[in-house]
């Protein structure tokens, strides 16, 4: 069925959802150009230089820490490094790697390389990636051994885990979207991974199938409802201002903080605006689980929340909660602090946080850590103050949930 | 043994204001720039975040962000019949230590000098007539004229978002602004602040006895504002830790909230901090600077090898290593040979405290360039005739703060401490505003910047000394100035008012400003100053002195506006001349 | 002569493929910094607090010296009808602090010889730390005490006896062994006066006591709703840098 609607599309909006250039296939010279460049643009879209960068002098080379809860994992040297990196490989293994999750040498990799949403990329994509690849500077790298605990460092588990949660499977264009929808959901279910933090996991690490983008917490990090949910998600956003917030990591409602950041700086705003512009249609159209949102907590006897709040929050954010746009964010009507998980809320608070820095964007403005000067139950007040002033609307915070976040940042400090 | 390393196009000496300005014009330019900060890494929410700045006892008591005489001193006399002393304890000025420098604890007062102060010998001279000022008086003409800084005054403006309202513009007087300022082409890029009491009542008596008040114009941000770089500043929020603390909430215009964002990304620019510059080093028969020798926090020294060597450590510094590098000659009072600590010059100030009763002045909402102004009496603004000085300053009531350890006032004759003086302190504190003059101090022959003979720093080199001490010429000026600041006074029609006047002989133990000038001073002739107009070197063409050390004397305007000009007037000179065709910019 | 190479590639080419901040170096200082603002979560150079409610052991004065700077402090800012005084606020125990840590050490102070007297316009230029300074004083002082004022302290006197002590030491009128009694009664009131009126996390100021005696609404940072506010009594109830507002 997918196969018969490939083919009956032509090539020019095949090329228009998968990304590409003019219609008529170049000739080979202009074509490994145009494949490499095409490669390039998908490995910025996947952000394959995060995890797969420890030392910044040693782009790709692998050894990068990747924390899970299920122990630490070192990503591996993507170079064309012969003896360390995957110089060896041939377009087949690097394709199946991609697709189904499978080395070369038949071993099961781990879900926190993505291939469950790479698997959707097309195979001329994930050869165009191959490409690019091959022109990086081959850097001799060996990783350190993986750290996982008991029995997920055997990678024969993952076998179990990939027939309970995982089926490979190339994108299937929806024909009843526009072709920019449908290069939005490519990109957003393939390359992009999204869903690798902003969908709830299972305990054993899976996406929960009925969920899809409607936040995920990973790392002490809560990433949020992408969805079109206008309470908790991207609903009142305009599809310009979404594109924006990924080219430049800020617009009026909010400003890409701590992981996000990173990707932003590392991986969305090196897209093209057309392809931003894809994504951000895209998620318009995500229905999350529909959830009325819940009622606003009365704040009018939370005296310590709102006065912390005037006397060390409203320099920047205003006494009415309306911020700075493109600098400080506003606090109402932000979907990021009505999260029904508070966990990112109260982590700023606790540590700070900075905005993603572009060089369109370039002020380098910082929210400052609050963990000397607040106690465990004023952290509680001040965020369950502006969870619910201003006609926002979130669950209470607790002393406990504070208490119990600080620990677990102390433990994962170094 | 200093270790030496690969050569850099650019080194900046000392990383504040003017080489945050350089570097960002001449990493522009291509150059592959490298900044040497004595100081540590400094920026708004590690070091004065709005968590924990608002502190008086830790920022000014303790001097958090200012240099630690321990670490850089000088030595202090008034005139040559005494002994210099260590300066033990900072007072008089606050000199910071540290990126960003001053630029992170200062008002934010925004000042033009008048055309007149750039050529105040010959104005003077003219007007008043050959004995206009006694012979000891050393004042010279700049050698650069408010004409030719004015782009470049307003290029200033706009990078830090100066919020106020012209006097004129193009000819054209504009009401609500400074009608005695030079001629500008635009308008400022913000509006002015928005008032509080205490100036607001000021203007009000200011305007009754015949005078034009104006809003002071402010580097704190009287909305949110976009420089031409990019870079975004908020709304000032009137903390009133402003002056001497770091703004928390990125609203007043420093190098961290201006500059140091789009700067820091380059990747021709390195910043290297806690590397202090020692020497700058020089191949006297080709008359180049080679480069500058620096000493790390942890005792490594360093040959740094440079195309072109650019001073940015402040006055005081700037002088310093210059004596102690054998640049230049040294200046000699006796004679008046030399020009390297030549024209050292400050600034004097008197203030009149104004008590109500039935005015509540609020004074901790305040900003560190919040006030209203009136300029009657600065510069060549009025007929000194008879007079017996000449200069001026200009008269303000400033709402910076009512930070209590430093803002207590209680009225003439109250004593110091004990039971009435606590009880004064606490019915006039909300009621009492404080009216200020900042007078001009002009350049004398005695007055200036050479090496100790005694006392040595942490790296063996003599510390510099100053001689200096008003003239009656500064006396006069300033008493006038006071007797005029307490006309408004009056005017006022308070409970009482208190004018404290300047007296005796200058000290450096009560703070009064930071505006330390000279040294290095500006001219068109080798011989009677250290620089061109370019602000290049007379005596090494690829060195460049920025700062206030240029200032010839003192204007009675706050400093930083014209420093700011005349960076990127020196800036684009690098740029448009030196680097096309290196060498001597000015044909002696 | 110099040749330039103005290199407009350099410019272009961004070096590494991330675009993070290289900072190299030694942890505080001595750092090289490339490629953007640095910044890490967490790192708030907060101000040291110290224990104020907690019966402080005294770090530096003996039993004698915190008689003497109890009564003195009464006498430099008293308790009366409009509230606590200096003793009140804590003053000892912050100057118990102070001059046990960098301030009382001069650590940032330029402590070099020779030592001269000077003139008043060159400032301080004793060789005495301000630890050394209070030690040599109050000792001084008590002395001068016993021997005028039949055998009794400071802490002894009766408070107008105490009262014309004091004003003798602001002019100079005694002399002080190994102190110049003018330069310490000057540093001695700022010191009480730095006490009463700073944050309470450095001890002093308890219960806000200073600034709710003058209406100073502490470490607040954000009145632009009271700008335009003029001549309004705003009564704004004091905050400080680790103490919740109460309205």
């Known amino acids: ?414 | 043994m200093a270790r030496k390393l690969p050569s850099v196009d650019v080194v900046l000496v000392g990383f504040g204001w003017t080489a945050a300005m350089l570097g960002q014009e001449l990493t522009d330019a291509g150059l592959k720039v490298l900044a040497l900060e004595r100081g540590t890494w400094r920026d708004t929410s590690t070091d004065f975040a709005v968590t924990f700045a608002q502190d008086e006892l830790r920022y000014y008591y303790r001097r958090a962000l200012f240099q630690e005489p321990a670490q850089e001193t000088l030595t202090f006399r008034n005139s040559a019949n005494e002994t210099a002393l260590p300066m033990r304890e900072l007072g008089s000025f606050l000199p910071a230590s540290g990126v960003g420098g001053a630029g992170i604890h200062w008002n934010g007062q925004y000042w033009r000098f008048l055309p007149s102060d750039f050529v105040a010998r010959t104005h003077n001279i003219e007007r008043y007539g050959a004995g206009a000022f006694p012979d000891t008086m050393s004042i010279q003409d700049w050698g650069v004229t408010y004409d030719d800084l004015e782009p470049y005054y307003d290029k200033f403006e706009r990078l830090c978002g100066i919020s106020g309202k012209a006097g004129n513009i193009k000819g054209a007087i504009q009401t609500g602004g400074n009608p005695f300022e030079g001629a500008r082409s635009r308008d400022y890029p913000n509006p002015p602040m928005e008032m509080t009491y205490g100036p607001t009542l000021f203007a009000e008596a200011a305007r009754q006895i015949g005078y034009k008040p104006f809003a002071c114009a402010s580097a704190n941000m009287s909305r949110a504002y976009t420089n031409p770089l990019g870079v975004t500043l908020g709304q000032c929020s009137y903390c009133g830790f402003c002056e001497k603390y770091g703004c928390g909430n990125y609203s007043k215009a420093s190098p961290q909230t201006t500059i140091l964002p789009v700067l820091m990304r380059k990747p021709n620019f390195e910043l290297r901090t806690g590397s202090e510059v020692i020497r700058i080093n020089q191949d006297k028969n080709n008359k180049r600077a080679t480069g500058v020798t620096y000493v790390t926090e942890q005792g490594e020294e360093f040959e740094q090898p440079a195309e072109i060597v650019i001073m940015c450590a402040f006055i005081l510094h700037n002088a310093h290593l210059l004596l102690t590098s054998g640049i230049g000659t040294p200046y000699d009072p006796q004679t008046g040979q030399g020009a390297i600590g030549k024209n050292y010059a400050y600034q004097i100030v008197s203030s009149v405290d104004v008590f109500f009763d039935d005015k509540i002045i609020n004074p901790f909402v305040g900003a560190g360039a919040l006030g209203m102004a009136i300029d009657e009496f600065n510069g060549d603004n009025f007929d000194h005739t008879g007079l017996g000085f000449i200069g001026g300053g200009y008269i303000a009531l400033w709402n910076t703060n009512g930070r209590p350890i430093e803002t207590h006032p209680v009225p003439k004759g109250t004593p110091k401490w004990g039971g009435k003086f606590k009880k004064a302190v606490a019915e006039n504190y909300l009621k009492t505003a404080t009216i200020a003059t900042h007078g001009s101090v002009m350049s004398h022959r005695a007055n200036h910047l050479d090496l100790d003979p005694t006392y040595r720093d942490i790296h063996g080199r003599p510390l510099m000394r100053m001689t200096f001490d008003y003239t009656d010429n500064e006396h006069k000026m300033s008493d006038y100035l006071t007797d005029r600041a307490t006309d408004v006074a009056k005017a006022m029609k308070a409970r009482e008012f208190h004018a404290k006047k300047r007296e005796g002989h200058y000290s450096i133990v009560p703070y009064q400003t930071t505006h330390n000038t000279g040294g290095a001073i500006m001219g068109s002739d080798p011989k009677s100053s250290a620089l061109n107009r370019y602000l290049q070197s007379w005596d090494l063409h690829n060195l460049f002195v920025m700062g206030a050390s240029a200032f010839p004397q003192n204007p009675g305007y706050n400093p930083t506006g014209t420093i700011g000009a005349l960076t990127y007037w020196a800036a684009d000179a690098i740029r448009n001349q030196y680097l096309k065709s290196p060498g001597p910019l000015v044909q002696a | 002569m110099a040749h330039f190479d103005v290199n407009r590639r350099r410019l272009l080419s961004a070096g590494v493929a991330i675009g993070t901040v290289a900072v190299s170096g030694q942890p505080i200082n001595a750092r090289s910094i490339t490629g953007g603002i640095p910044w890490e979560p967490d790192q708030a150079a907060a101000p040291p607090v110290a224990l104020p409610h907690a019966p402080p052991p005294a770090l530096f004065f003996t039993d004698q010296e915190r008689a003497f700077i109890d009564a003195a402090v009464s006498r430099l800012i008293p308790q009366d009808d409009l509230g606590g005084g200096a003793k009140e606020a804590g003053v000892t125990f912050f100057l118990d602090r102070q001059l046990a840590g960098s301030y009382g050490k001069a650590r940032t102070w330029y402590m070099q010889g020779p030592w001269s007297e000077g003139t008043p316009s060159q400032g301080n230029q004793s060789r005495l730390t301000p630890a050394q300074t209070y030690r040599a004083a109050i000792k001084a002082i008590d002395s001068y005490c016993q021997k005028t004022f039949s055998n009794k302290t400071f802490a002894q006197l009766a408070e107008k006896q105490q009262d014309d002590v004091l004003t003798d030491l602001e002019n100079g009128k005694i002399e002080l062994e190994g102190v110049k009694s003018k330069s310490f009664f000057k540093a001695f009131l700022q010191n009480t006066l730095e006490g009463f009126f700073s944050d309470p996390i450095y001890g002093g100021n308890r219960d806000m006591v200073g600034w709710k005696l003058i209406g100073f609404p502490g470490a607040r940072y954000d009145y632009r709703d009271y700008v335009s506010k003029h001549g309004a009594k705003l009564a704004l109830s004091p905050v400080g840098l680790k103490i919740i507002p109460q309205d």
């Open chain 1, 1 to 414: 069925m997918r196969i018969a609607l490939l083919s009956s599309m032509t090539l020019v909006v095949q090329m228009a959802i998968f990304g590409g250039l003019a219609a008529a296939p170049a000739a080979a010279g202009e074509q490994s150009f145009e494949q490499v460049e095409r490669g390039k643009a998908l490995v910025d879209a996947g952000d394959c230089v995060a995890c797969h960068t420890q030392d910044q002098n040693k782009p790709f080379a692998g050894g990068r820490p990747i924390k899970t809860p299920f122990g630490t994992l070192y990503s591996p040297n993507i170079t064309p490094d012969r003896e360390t990196g995957i110089g060896a490989w041939s377009d087949d293994d690097f394709y199946r790697a991609m697709h189904e999750g499978v080395a070369p040498d038949g071993a099961r990799l781990y879900p926190a390389f993505p291939y469950p949403y790479f698997t959707k990329m097309r195979h001329d994509d994930v050869l165009a990636i191959r490409a690019y690849l091959n022109t990086l500077q081959p850097i001799s790298n060996s990783r350190p051994k993986n750290e996982l605990q008991w029995p997920l460092n055997h990678r024969v588990f993952m076998r179990g885990w990939d027939l309970l949660f995982f089926t490979p499977g190339t994108f299937a264009p929806n024909p009843n979207k526009s072709d920019e929808w449908n290069r939005g959901a490519y990109l957003v279910e393939g390359p992009g991974h999204c869903g690798g933090c902003h969908t709830p996991k299972n305990f054993l690490g899976a996406e929960k199938a009925a969920e899809t983008l409607d936040g995920g917490n990973l790392q002490n990090w809560f990433a949020p409802n992408i969805t079109n949910n206008q309470h908790l998600g991207v609903g009142s956003w305009t599809p310009d201002e979404i594109a924006e917030y990924l080219k430049t990591g800020r617009n009026v409602h909010s400003g890409a903080a701590a992981l996000m950041s990173e990707v932003v700086r590392d991986s969305t705003s090196k897209m093209s605006d057309a392809d931003l512009h894809a994504i951000a249609v895209y998620l318009k159209d995500v229905n999350g689980k529909s959830k009325s949102p819940p009622s606003s907590v009365d704040q009018s006897s939370n005296d310590t929340g709102r006065l912390i709040y005037a006397d060390s929050c409203s320099a920047c954010h205003r006494s009415n909660g309306t911020g700075l746009p493109h600098m400080f964010p506003p606090l109402a009507k932000n979907a990021n602090v009505q999260s029904s998980d508070p966990t990112t809320v109260i982590r700023v608070i606790l540590q700070g946080t900075r905005t993603a820095v572009t060089d369109s964007r370039p002020t380098a403005s910082s929210m400052p850590s609050y963990d000397w000067k607040l106690s465990d139950k004023e952290v509680a007040a001040v965020a369950t103050y502006v969870r619910n002033a201003w006609n926002n609307a979130a669950p209470t915070v607790t002393a406990d949930e504070v208490k119990s976040l600080r620990k677990q940042l102390e433990a994962a400090t170094p």
